[in-house]
């Protein structure tokens, strides 16, 4: 095995990658086993025997786990122009409704007639097959609402999925330890060269520009952007269909803001209808108005559509879960049946939110509803059922399982049950003597099990007799556990709540457990506060999770950067994750593997001897006493009975001696003897008395082994064994965005190709007329009173990008007006393109105006190092996007100047820089105007002191608005405790740790604002 293992560290196989945080030197390796290490080995059994050193006093190691899966080189933001990853076309995807039940045409019944003449044309019976279950299925009732047969296909633009961040915790958290080795002395550094890879590994130039053709090692993935195009992206250019393993999907319950949107990272409590609580972001608006612009009509296209993308990207035995309210389940599950199968659905989990009527969250008016509900479908059951993993809880918790058990004696809690099964069966109608008296099964009734099976129950001590029949003793111990069904009532309420929505994660524990395994893939489409991706990580599976609101994917960031897990010890540390955990297992005892357990005939062979020289020695001294204890009459015998029955029998117990008396009645038979001394019994009597009980419960002791062994199994899949010696935070994982799929010119929107609901909203052509009116009308407000205003604005319909032109009111200079997406970041290409579309006007504008309800932070940071011409960020004002959704305007103006962060570089006396954020412009939309934000507002700022013009790769995070419980606060302590907490409480704060200029001379620091606002500023340290 060692040998093995040495050669694969040579490179003839993959290996496990972990990245460890050790605690002498506190430094970033990876993990591979020691040609000398022991490791859990296989036995003839099959079973892994973990190898548990002891690690008291051994160094703790803080770990991630890795992933040896691949993924494709998706775009890193700052290598993403018009050449490399122009615009794409639009995937068409299509929904076959069936047909209607009323009388109507049919206008694809002639698709399926061509289907059927080609099919019997082939003469093959698998092509008629399958021609004929079409036709059925279209026959079959189908859900209806307006709409849906209007749109039974729809585009998805195709776009790439842009890297803006790669997180790695490890790194960051290393840096803290790496600055407290160089104070102490000059040691190595704390980062070790790696054994097999960085944690993000940088693909040759060439390579890493030709996006989606070469792989790059698998790190999971946080996603800002609509759940549509991210899904129909993973499709279409990283061709992961059937590749997910199981999807969760939490859905927006109604129209209410608090359903739909949280506008602030640092407050939850969010009122309907309340101007000040209605979200900024353009993205979270468009959301807002594609789901619910008809109601329930487009709400349940909102949902087929992803729901149909979704089962695209599940493999084929994966599964898809859906969480929603009473209110819709009945039309979701609807939904699930017409692109499922009605054949896959698995169950409707019902799931207990709440115990108190009173509660908000239920309807107090009517009948309460407490519970949320889980629907849960697979691709394919049948092959879905060799995944299935069941979970268990302890009976223990469970009050209605544990009240079962109330019956005591000396081996625990047990309960009686019937030895009989109903139904007659001759070979198992006999006459069984047992305790002296002779019992026989009903007759309509059967003995469970075979003569010699009962016999063997009695030899264990499991038999209660009563006065007319016998029955079976099946102890809590036996299967302290029982299975989860689809009903959750211990699953109420939600601890450490960050997000309106969140969902309680004990809750996506167990569907994660249910159906996945270590290595598996999860998908989360609406990631909210980053629940799911947390489960995932806690589990050793591999997530991708998306959301649209900016707010969420920052929560999300935060809460998985600064988590904390259990590291779960691996069955096969040599291959990895994917050979899963050791888990806890449960003994199933059975009367069936009592009654079929051989070894107690041996036992009982073996040491019943010893129990009878015992009884005999104790009769022996008992006989020459004149109360000399004679065996009992039945009436006596049917009071130990009763008081048994009750658990506490202090007369008599079931005895070993199972089969009739011989009719001396000189002394006391086995199961005649008490458990406990009795008052009026002399003391010569207890030496005797105590040694048949050890003689009788040493046989008991290995029949109870004997019992166990043959027992059937149970893993605990929620229970795995969990390292002493190890810690875990979260691996490595990007954080991506969806860039918008094109910006278009007035000349070039392409009208609706057939009447849906997008005629009912304005066009791009009639917003930018809005806007282009409104900034003519308002000019352009900085701060401190300056205003830019215009002459003169028209638009500029031969050019593509650059939307209008006009003339400044002081001083005549002309300026070029590009404005953003009406639902989208502005973002880097269209600043590429307006810049060279500027260049090319005649004469030369001075003035290069972006206008944009967001900016891509990419695109901000080209904006900001534009030469030869002025160009200014302007930030719109999102009223003009909420008309009618706000009460009124909060501002009269709609146009302000943006400056960039005001960050400060500063060379300190160790050579070494340091950098300070003092502040940043941000939009109140509570007063409409544009403000300077300190850090009250900063809720992030990330540093990447090596900056490579990719993306951003932070080795300092920071969480100003952090409270004593949040931020890198939330670590566990017994993490905290390798960290110097002096240097930790720093990332709290706006000043950085001291640092020195990496290889490229170049950092990058990233804000984030209350409102998950996001701006970026490279500063080139040679510059300084």
Same mark, same amino acid.
């Given at each position: 095995?060692?040998?093995?293992?040495?050669?694969?560290?040579?490179?003839?196989?993959?290996?496990?990658?972990?990245?460890?945080?050790?605690?002498?030197?506190?430094?970033?390796?990876?993990?591979?086993?020691?040609?000398?290490?022991?490791?859990?080995?296989?036995?003839?059994?099959?079973?892994?025997?973990?190898?548990?050193?002891?690690?008291?006093?051994?160094?703790?190691?803080?770990?991630?786990?890795?992933?040896?899966?691949?993924?494709?080189?998706?775009?890193?933001? !700052?290598?993403?122009?018009?050449?490399?990853?122009?615009?794409?076309? $639009?995937?068409?995807?299509?929904?076959?409704?069936?047909?209607?039940?009323?009388?109507?045409?049919?206008?694809?019944?002639?698709?399926?007639?061509?289907?059927?003449?080609?099919?019997?044309?082939?003469?093959?019976?698998?092509?008629?097959?399958?021609?004929?279950?079409?036709?059925?299925?279209?026959?079959?009732?189908?859900?209806?609402?307006?709409?849906?047969?209007?749109?039974?296909?729809?585009?998805?633009?195709?776009?790439?999925?842009?890297?803006?961040?790669?997180?790695?915790?490890?790194?960051?958290?290393?840096?803290?330890?790496?600055?407290?080795?160089?104070?102490?002395?000059?040691?190595?550094?704390?980062?070790?060269?790696?054994?097999?890879?960085?944690?993000?590994?940088?693909?040759?130039?060439?390579?890493?520009?030709?996006?989606?053709?070469?792989?790059?090692?698998?790190?999971? $993935?946080?996603?800002?952007?609509?759940?549509?195009?991210?899904?129909?992206?993973?499709?279409?250019?990283?061709?992961?269909?059937?590749?997910?393993?199981?999807?969760?999907?939490?859905?927006?319950?109604?129209?209410?803001?608090?359903?739909?949107?949280?506008?602030?990272? @640092?407050?939850?409590?969010?009122?309907?209808?309340?101007?000040?609580?209605?979200?900024?972001?353009?993205?979270?608006?468009?959301?807002?108005?594609?789901?619910?612009?008809?109601?329930?009509?487009?709400?349940?296209?909102?949902?087929?559509?992803?729901?149909?993308?979704?089962?695209?990207?599940?493999?084929?035995?994966?599964?898809?879960?859906?969480?929603?309210?009473?209110?819709?389940?009945?039309?979701?599950?609807?939904?699930?049946?017409?692109?499922?199968?009605?054949? @896959?659905?698995?169950?409707?989990?019902?799931?207990?939110?709440?115990?108190?009527?009173?509660?908000?969250?239920?309807?107090?008016?009517?009948?309460?509803?407490?519970?949320?509900?889980?629907?849960?479908?697979?691709?394919?059951?049948?092959?879905?059922?060799?995944?299935?993993?069941?979970?268990?809880?302890?009976?223990?918790?469970?009050?209605?399982?544990?009240?079962?058990?109330?019956?005591?004696?000396?081996?625990?809690?047990?309960?009686?049950?019937?030895?009989?099964?109903?139904?007659?069966?001759?070979?198992?109608?006999?006459?069984?003597?047992?305790? !002296?008296?002779?019992?026989?099964?009903?007759?309509?009734?059967?003995?469970?099990?075979?003569?010699? !099976?009962?016999?063997?129950?009695?030899?264990?001590?499991?038999?209660?007799?009563?006065? @007319?029949?016998?029955?079976?003793?099946?102890?809590?111990?036996?299967?302290?556990?029982?299975?989860?069904?689809?009903?959750?009532?211990?699953?109420?309420?939600?601890?450490?709540?960050?997000?309106?929505?969140?969902?309680?994660?004990?809750?996506?524990?167990?569907?994660?457990?249910?159906?996945?395994?270590?290595?598996?893939?999860?998908?989360?489409?609406?990631?909210?506060?980053?629940?799911?991706?947390?489960?995932?990580?806690?589990? &050793?599976?591999?997530?991708?999770?998306?959301?649209?609101?900016?707010?969420?994917?920052?929560?999300?960031?935060?809460?998985?950067?600064?988590?904390?897990?259990?590291?779960?010890?691996?069955?096969?540390?040599?291959?990895?994750?994917?050979?899963?955990?050791?888990?806890?297992?449960?003994?199933?005892?059975?009367?069936?593997?009592?009654?079929?357990?051989?070894?107690?005939?041996?036992?009982?062979?073996?040491?019943?001897?010893?129990?009878?020289?015992?009884?005999?020695?104790?009769?022996?001294?008992?006989?020459?006493?004149?109360?000399?204890?004679?065996?009992?009459?039945?009436?006596?015998?049917?009071?130990?009975?009763?008081?048994?029955?009750?658990?506490?029998?202090?007369?008599?117990?079931?005895?070993?001696?199972?089969?009739?008396?011989?009719?001396?009645?000189?002394?006391?038979?086995?199961?005649?003897?008490?458990?406990?001394?009795?008052?009026?019994?002399?003391?010569?009597?207890?030496?005797?008395?105590?040694?048949?009980?050890?003689?009788?419960?040493?046989?008991?002791?290995?029949?109870?082994?004997?019992?166990?062994?043959?027992?059937?199994?149970?893993?605990?899949?929620?229970?795995?064994?969990?390292?002493?010696?190890?810690?875990?935070?979260?691996?490595?994982?990007?954080?991506?965005?969806?860039?918008?799929?094109?910006?278009?010119?007035?000349?070039?929107?392409?009208?609706?190709?057939?009447?849906?609901?997008?005629?009912?909203?304005?066009?791009?052509?009639?917003?930018?007329?809005?806007?282009?009116?409104?900034?003519?009308?308002?000019?352009?407000?900085?701060? &401190?009173?300056?205003?830019?205003?215009?002459?003169?604005?028209?638009?500029?319909?031969?050019?593509?990008?650059?939307?209008?032109?006009?003339?400044?009111?002081?001083?005549?200079?002309?300026?070029?007006?590009?404005?953003? *997406?009406?639902?989208?970041?502005?973002?880097? $290409?269209?600043?590429?393109?307006?810049?060279?579309?500027?260049?090319?006007?005649?004469?030369?504008?001075?003035?290069?105006?972006?206008?944009?309800?967001?900016?891509? *932070?990419?695109?901000?940071?080209?904006?900001?190092?534009?030469?030869?011409?002025?160009?200014?960020?302007?930030?719109? @004002?999102?009223?003009?996007?909420?008309?009618?959704?706000?009460?009124?305007?909060?501002?009269?103006?709609?146009?302000?100047?943006?400056?960039?962060?005001?960050?400060?570089?500063?060379?300190?006396?160790?050579?070494?820089?340091?950098?300070?954020?003092?502040?940043?412009?941000?939009?109140?939309?509570?007063?409409?105007?544009?403000?300077?934000?300190?850090?009250?507002?900063?809720?992030?700022?990330?540093?990447?002191?090596?900056?490579?013009?990719?993306?951003?790769?932070?080795?300092?995070?920071?969480? *100003?608005?952090?409270?004593?419980?949040?931020?890198?606060?939330?670590?566990?302590?017994?993490?905290?405790?390798?960290?110097?907490?002096?240097?930790?409480?720093?990332?709290?704060?706006?000043?950085?740790?001291?640092?020195?200029?990496?290889?490229?001379?170049?950092?990058?620091?990233?804000?984030?604002?209350?409102?998950?606002?996001?701006?970026?500023?490279?500063?080139?340290?040679?510059?300084?």
């Amino acid at each position: 095995m060692a040998e093995n293992e040495d050669k694969a560290g040579n490179g003839s196989s993959p290996k496990p990658q972990q990245e460890t945080l050790r605690d002498d030197e506190f430094s970033l390796e990876l993990q591979q086993v020691s040609q000398g290490a022991t490791i859990a080995k296989r036995t003839s059994s099959g079973k892994a025997v973990p190898d548990r050193t002891n690690a008291k006093n051994q160094a703790a190691e803080v770990l991630s786990y890795r992933h040896g899966d691949k993924r494709t080189n998706n775009p890193h933001v !700052g290598m993403v122009d018009t050449h490399s990853d122009g615009v794409e076309g $639009r995937a068409v995807w299509q929904y076959d409704p069936h047909i209607d039940p009323a009388l109507q045409f049919d206008s694809y019944r002639s698709t399926i007639e061509h289907l059927i003449d080609d099919a019997l044309a082939s003469g093959d019976k698998d092509r008629m097959q399958k021609a004929l279950e079409q036709l059925k299925r279209m026959q079959s009732p189908y859900l209806n609402w307006a709409g849906k047969a209007e749109r039974t296909r729809f585009d998805v633009d195709t776009v790439s999925l842009h890297v803006h961040e790669r997180i790695d915790p490890a790194t960051i958290l290393a840096a803290i330890q790496k600055k407290l080795r160089d104070g102490k002395s000059k040691a190595s550094n704390a980062i070790q060269p790696d054994l097999f890879h960085a944690p993000f590994e940088n693909l040759p130039l060439r390579d890493a520009i030709d996006f989606y053709k070469h792989e790059r090692d698998w790190s999971n $993935r946080l996603i800002a952007g609509d759940s549509l195009l991210v899904m129909n992206s993973l499709l279409q250019k990283e061709g992961m269909a059937g590749q997910v393993q199981m999807i969760y999907l939490d859905p927006p319950y109604g129209i209410k803001y608090g359903s739909n949107f949280q506008p602030f990272v @640092n407050k939850r409590d969010v009122k309907d209808r309340k101007d000040e609580d209605l979200t900024q972001e353009p993205e979270m608006i468009k959301a807002f108005r594609d789901t619910w612009e008809l109601g329930i009509h487009s709400y349940l296209t909102y949902l087929r559509d992803r729901l149909l993308l979704a089962k695209e990207l599940l493999h084929e035995s994966g599964s898809v879960f859906v969480q929603i309210s009473d209110e819709n389940l009945h039309h979701v599950i609807e939904i699930m049946d017409e692109l499922y199968g009605s054949e @896959n659905f698995i169950s409707v989990i019902t799931v207990r939110k709440t115990g108190a009527v009173s509660s908000p969250d239920a309807k107090v008016n009517t009948l309460a509803s407490i519970c949320d509900y889980i629907v849960w479908y697979a691709k394919s059951k049948e092959k879905f059922s060799f995944r299935y993993q069941q979970l268990f809880i302890e009976k223990e918790s469970n009050e209605v399982m544990s009240s079962q058990y109330n019956l005591v004696d000396e081996n625990g809690s047990y309960q009686s049950v019937s030895i009989e099964s109903n139904g007659y069966a001759e070979s198992f109608h006999f006459q069984i003597d047992l305790f !002296g008296s002779t019992y026989r099964p009903a007759p309509t009734r059967h003995w469970s099990t075979t003569e010699a !099976g009962m016999y063997r129950i009695a030899r264990t001590g499991r038999i209660l007799f009563t006065k @007319n029949k016998i029955r079976f003793k099946k102890y809590l111990t036996d299967f302290p556990v029982t299975p989860v069904t689809n009903i959750w009532n211990d699953l109420m309420g939600a601890s450490g709540l960050i997000y309106v929505v969140q969902t309680n994660q004990r809750i996506i524990e167990r569907c994660v457990l249910m159906c996945t395994n270590p290595g598996d893939l999860v998908l989360d489409p609406t990631c909210g506060s980053g629940t799911t991706a947390f489960v995932a990580e806690k589990w &050793g599976r591999r997530w991708i999770t998306c959301d649209t609101s900016r707010v969420a994917v920052t929560l999300a960031k935060q809460r998985l950067m600064t988590a904390s897990y259990d590291y779960y010890e691996l069955k096969y540390p040599h291959e990895g994750l994917k050979s899963g955990f050791i888990y806890k297992t449960v003994p199933h005892v059975t009367l069936k593997s009592i009654a079929n357990n051989p070894d107690i005939d041996e036992i009982y062979a073996r040491m019943h001897p010893a129990v009878e020289t015992a009884l005999a020695a104790l009769n022996a001294t008992l006989s020459g006493l004149p109360s000399f204890p004679r065996r009992r009459e039945s009436s006596d015998l049917t009071k130990a009975v009763d008081a048994r029955l009750r658990g506490h029998d202090d007369q008599g117990k079931s005895g070993r001696d199972v089969h009739e008396s011989s009719g001396d009645d000189d002394g006391l038979e086995e199961w005649q003897v008490p458990f406990d001394f009795p008052a009026d019994w002399p003391e010569v009597a207890r030496k005797p008395f105590d040694a048949f009980h050890a003689a009788r419960q040493a046989m008991q002791k290995q029949m109870d082994a004997s019992i166990a062994a043959h027992a059937d199994t149970e893993i605990l899949y929620d229970q795995p064994a969990v390292s002493k010696s190890k810690l875990r935070i979260t691996g490595p994982f990007t954080v991506e965005a969806v860039p918008f799929a094109t910006v278009l010119g007035l000349d070039e929107v392409e009208q609706p190709k057939q009447a849906d609901i997008a005629v009912a909203r304005s066009g791009a052509t009639w917003r930018q007329s809005q806007w282009r009116d409104e900034l003519l009308k308002t000019g352009i407000r900085g701060k &401190g009173g300056q205003k830019i205003q215009l002459l003169d604005l028209a638009p500029l319909p031969g050019a593509k990008y650059i939307h209008a032109t006009g003339t400044v009111a002081e001083g005549g200079d002309k300026v070029a007006v590009s404005f953003g *997406p009406e639902h989208a970041a502005l973002e880097q $290409r269209q600043v590429e393109i307006a810049m060279r579309e500027a260049g090319e006007l005649f004469p030369l504008p001075k003035l290069l105006v972006f206008c944009a309800f967001t900016f891509d *932070p990419e695109a901000a940071k080209d904006i900001d190092t534009i030469k030869g011409i002025t160009a200014l960020k302007v930030q719109m @004002n999102t009223d003009l996007l909420t008309e009618d959704l706000k009460k009124g305007r909060a501002s009269n103006e709609s146009f302000w100047l943006m400056g960039q962060p005001d960050v400060i570089v500063k060379p300190i006396k160790t050579g070494c820089y340091q950098v300070e954020v003092r502040g940043f412009d941000y939009f109140d939309s509570k007063t409409g105007e544009l403000k300077s934000g300190g850090q009250k507002n900063i809720a992030m700022w990330a540093l990447d002191t090596d900056y490579d013009n990719r993306s951003l790769f932070p080795r300092q995070v920071f969480f *100003p608005m952090a409270g004593s419980k949040d931020g890198w606060n939330k670590l566990r302590k017994d993490i905290r405790a390798e960290l110097n907490e002096d240097l930790l409480e720093q990332f709290h704060g706006t000043v950085s740790l001291p640092f020195a200029a990496g290889e490229n001379e170049c950092i990058a620091v990233k804000i984030v604002d209350d409102r998950g606002i996001e701006s970026l500023k490279v500063i080139r340290l040679d510059q300084v």
